[in-house]
């Protein structure tokens, strides 16, 4: 049957998180004894479990990352520790959602973009990103004056180096850079003087690009602490996703399925971190009806192509649309497996852009693009409204975004295509005249 990677939830000892030093953060902890040596498990790659939140009792509460020979001996783990043990979910395989061309040519550039946006009224108005932080979490970056280069890098986090530099990670064959640097660039697009982060999320030894759920566990609780801080806007970018949960996921209605199950220990963390403060933005996906991406499986088109924390109400989910406002056969459909209001909005994307994929015809395509256009967009609107809740930000997005078919909420656009200017002016922010 092959190994099975879980995610395990334990209580442990609060005295036990390590002291605060480089590689090494408060949020972490020694795996708990009580997982220590169980007969068919162990954690995984011995890595150290990431604390998710404090109890009254002193305790705390642990994700550990863990591989099992086979489920009985995830049955004998749960009931030798019933104890400690306080649930058991799924870490499936999480990956880039991008490199979807369906046949189709690009359609316009970033110049098209940038005019549809009205960049250089938003520049000239000041919002630009100045004091805002942008964490982009996927491959991470590689930034090189000869190719690509991401201004403004000012840290990074990695899921097994704690030497790990930002902007360094290699690049993909055949390419300027990496889907990251795709994703940083074209959310600098709209956010200039933004401090770009560069989190190596999907770093998994497993293969190419690819990480495990846990890895995301421990990414989004690093941003909360990067969030308390720094104390400062932070919008966070995702362009990756479960792509097929029949395959990869418990089933739904099982305690530990993540892709339909708010109460997911990285749903609960994303959750924590919109809390916190951050504006976090997701892509929809690439498994819209028309032209899915192969990896979809049966789980493609309306209602059966958004899933987990792309699928939380406080997120803003993004779908893509082609520069001539026609929906991206890829881009994924609502209702999500948690939301029935999925996605939020659309944005551009299938243009020339950032010359990552220099010789590919469909330039920087799929979600991934559409969705770091709108953390762009976010960072800058935060540059003259800092302190506003990331709900009541994202609700005005919604509001002011324009509707590409019937009036209302749509499955394939969500509200609309995102609209800075008009958002802007709802805000109450000075626009220099276009």
């Known amino acids: 049957m092959g190994e099975i990677r879980r995610i395990v939830v334990v209580r442990a000892d609060a005295a036990a998180i390590a002291a605060p030093r480089r590689g090494n953060p408060a949020s972490t902890i020694a795996v708990p004894a009580s997982l220590r040596d169980r007969r068919g498990a162990r954690s995984s790659e011995d890595r ?5 939140n404090a109890l009254d009792s002193g305790a705390v509460n642990v994700a550990v990352p863990m591989v099992f020979d086979d489920e009985d001996a995830v049955e004998r783990l749960r009931r030798d520790r019933a104890e400690d043990v306080v649930g058991v979910f799924s870490n499936p395989r999480i990956r880039a959602t991008a490199k979807v061309e369906c046949g189709d040519a690009a359609v316009g ?3 098209t973009v940038s005019t549809r946006f009205e960049r250089a009224r938003l520049l000239a108005s000041g919002l630009d990103g100045s004091g805002v932080d942008i964490a982009v979490v996927d491959t991470g970056i590689k930034s090189d004056p000869e ?5 403004n890098l000012a840290g990074g986090w990695h899921p097994t180096r704690s030497d790990y530099q930002p902007g360094t990670t290699r690049r993909e064959r055949g390419a300027n850079g990496t889907h990251g640097t795709m994703c940083a660039w074209n ?8 401090s770009i982060y560069d989190y190596a999320l999907l770093q998994s030894k497993e293969d190419s690009w690819t990480g495990f759920l846990s890895d995301a566990i421990d990414a989004f609780v690093s941003l909360i602490e990067h969030r308390e801080r720094r104390k400062r806007p932070l919008v966070v970018n995702n362009s990756w996703a479960i792509y097929d949960p029949e395959s990869e996921d418990l089933p739904v209605g099982d305690p530990g399925n993540y892709s339909a199950n708010p109460s997911h220990p990285f749903n609960v963390v994303v959750r924590r971190a919109i809390a916190a403060g951050a504006d976090v933005v997701f892509a929809a996906g690439n498994c819209g009806g028309d032209c899915p991406d192969g990896r979809c499986g049966e789980c ?5 192509s958004i899933h987990g924390a792309a699928g939380l109400a406080d997120v803003l989910t993004v779908a893509g649309v082609a520069t001539t406002r026609a929906r991206l056969g890829y881009s994924s459909q609502g209702p999500s497996s948690i939301t029935l209001a999925k996605p939020d909005l659309c944005a551009y994307a299938h243009f020339v852009g950032s010359g990552v994929y220099a010789d590919d015809e469909g330039g920087d395509s799929g979600t991934s693009t559409a969705a770091p256009l709108v953390a762009g967009l976010v960072a800058a609107l935060r540059t003259k409204v800092p302190s506003m809740s990331a709900a009541a930000l994202a609700s005005v997005l919604r509001r002011t975004a324009t509707a590409l078919e019937a009036p209302g909420f749509d499955y394939g656009f969500g509200y609309g295509l995102i609209d800075p200017v008009a958002a802007a002016k ?9």
């Not at 150290?48 to 998710?52: A, E, Q, T």
């Not at 190719?147 to 201004?151: K, N, P, T, Y």
């Open 187 to 194: 959310a600098q697009l709209f956010a200039p003087e933004a």
């Open 147 to 151: 190719r690509v280069e991401i201004a």
């Open 426 to 434: 709802a805000l109450g922010i000075r626009l220099e005249r276009s």
């Open 109 to 111: 550039t970033s110049k």
């Open 48 to 52: 150290r479990g990431v604390v998710l």
């Open 300 to 304: 493609a088109g309306e209602g059966r």
